[in-house]
């Protein structure tokens, strides 16, 4: 009587390790080959590079080789490109003396075409400007000056319209549409400064462009989402502000974030990430960010970001990937939806701009412009949702802290080497850093809230520590 149950049972365990060990595999497979967008969007702003090979530029992968740039992006995992969209950039005339055309229609729908090619998503970033807006500025096309407020919204809403049909027409219909680039105090201006928010004209002016996004979807059954794009400093004001004012139809709160500028923490902009999302119910995206790898430079154009502000990560190829780690774990758990690196391939070439000739910014890029622009460390941040799945899917790698709270030394339990391993206070800065497999002794500390961050191979794993 017993056997038969006996047998059966045994069947049925083995059923079971094999049915567990099934599932495992396909979850992690369905995870890492489709879940990108189960994990974070993670990409990159490319908006420069048509230029910059047309202007010289060459970048290398890893082994020296020649690369296109869109292909090493996808190659390592990226899975969306942001290209920024200028009305008509032609009556901007750059430091050699040229009209720009870098970021007019025909080099966004070039750029599109080259990204969706490599199977990446795309993100379009539309200025509403000829040139560069950004909180300091927010000017309207040179053709729209002068127009009646009536006549300016049939302009903003054609223009949308137009751009997303000619986008469709090409193939490259946007999977994501920003209306405007950090606007944090004002939108479609007169003035060459921001001249502050009129209401409700300017309610009018967003309300305007997101109905024509949605007459566009409704025409061609598609789902391109709307996005507002802020600054991690006015994020959460101008979510209600623009709330109060009727500016609701959109689906993602864009958000800059550069360590250079910020006065947050990471801890703060978990928060704010996790209090936009459950307030607003909308994604919440780092549209921009950025760090530097280098103090030093490749051409006479003067870099304008030198250093990480109140985050005090290391300017050093390492500090930036650990940023972009410690970025990406902040973003992902507290419910964000992803993270773009601003003009990561902005090397040195004969490319000029309204300011400069070469890049303002090579120093920030993911190249390495001392071998030849060869791919930097920082490529791995598009890799951390795959490396995220094995984390989370494999027990054997779970990291544990203990005592906690503690008066000195801590165990750290699931290291299998000799790790390094970061602790920092609740304003970000490291105050202490240590190569261990089990031990480290923070009794040194004052009393209060630390993070440890543990650097594994290709991701970070943040705990929070108590010290008494």
């Not at 500016?247 to 360590?259: K, L, Q, W």
């Not at 950025?290 to 990480?308: K, L, Q, V």
């Amino acid at each position: 009587m017993f056997k038969p149950v006996i047998f059966c049972l045994k069947h049925y365990r083995v059923r079971l390790i094999i049915s567990r060990s099934i599932a495992y595999l396909v979850i992690t497979f369905l995870l890492i080959n489709t879940g990108q967008s189960q994990c974070l969007i993670i990409g990159a702003d490319l908006s420069y590079v048509n230029s910059i090979q047309a202007n010289g530029g060459i970048y290398r992968d890893k082994a020296g080789n020649i690369i296109d740039p869109y292909f090493i992006f996808a190659e390592r995992g990226a899975n969306m490109v942001r290209i920024r969209l200028w009305h008509t950039p032609e009556n901007m005339i750059d430091h050699c003396g040229n009209p720009i055309s870098t970021n007019n229609l025909k080099d966004v729908i070039l750029a599109f075409q080259r990204a969706k090619a490599q199977g990446l998503k795309l993100n379009l970033a539309i200025h509403y400007g000829d040139y560069f807006n950004d909180p300091g500025k927010q000017k309207m096309p040179k053709a729209w000056e002068g127009l009646s407020h009536e006549l300016l919204l049939d302009s903003i809403y054609n223009y949308t319209y137009f751009v997303l049909e000619r986008f469709e027409a090409e193939g490259v219909r946007p999977d994501i549409v920003a209306i405007g680039n950090e606007t944090t105090w004002g939108f479609i201006d007169e003035t060459a400064t921001t001249n502050g928010w009129s209401w409700p004209e300017d309610a009018d002016k967003f309300n305007v462009a997101l109905s024509a996004v949605d007459n566009f979807n409704l025409s061609h059954k598609a789902t391109v989402k709307k996005a507002l794009h802020f600054t991690d400093n006015t994020a959460e004001w101008l979510a209600g502000l623009f709330t109060s004012h009727n500016i609701t139809n959109y689906d993602i709160i864009g958000i800059s974030f550069y360590p250079v500028w910020t006065q947050l923490t990471l801890q703060n902009l978990g928060d704010l990430v996790k209090w936009l999302k459950n307030t607003y119910n909308k994604e919440i995206v780092i549209f921009e960010t950025g760090a530097p790898w280098t103090t030093e430079n490749a051409d006479n154009y003067s870099n304008f970001m030198n250093d990480n502000g109140n985050l005090n990560y290391p300017v050093s190829k390492q500090g930036q990937k650990d940023f972009l780690y410690d970025l990406a774990n902040t973003v992902y758990k507290n419910g964000g939806s992803g993270i773009l690196y601003w003009e990561p391939a902005w090397i040195s070439s004969e490319m000029c701009d309204f300011w400069g000739q070469g890049s303002s910014y090579e120093n920030v890029s993911f190249f390495d412009f001392n071998s030849g622009n060869t791919t930097l460390p920082a490529f791995d941040i598009f890799n951390f949702c795959n490396n995220l799945v094995v984390d989370e899917f494999d027990d054997s790698k779970s990291i544990s802290i203990f005592p906690n709270p503690t008066t000195s030394n801590i165990e750290i339990n699931g290291l299998h080497k000799f790790t390094e391993i970061h602790v920092t206070d609740n304003m970000g800065r490291v105050v202490g850093k240590f190569i261990s497999d089990k031990y480290i002794d923070i009794g040194y500390l004052t009393v209060g809230v630390y993070s440890i961050s543990i650097l594994l191979d290709k991701t970070v794993i943040t705990k929070r520590i108590i010290k008494e």
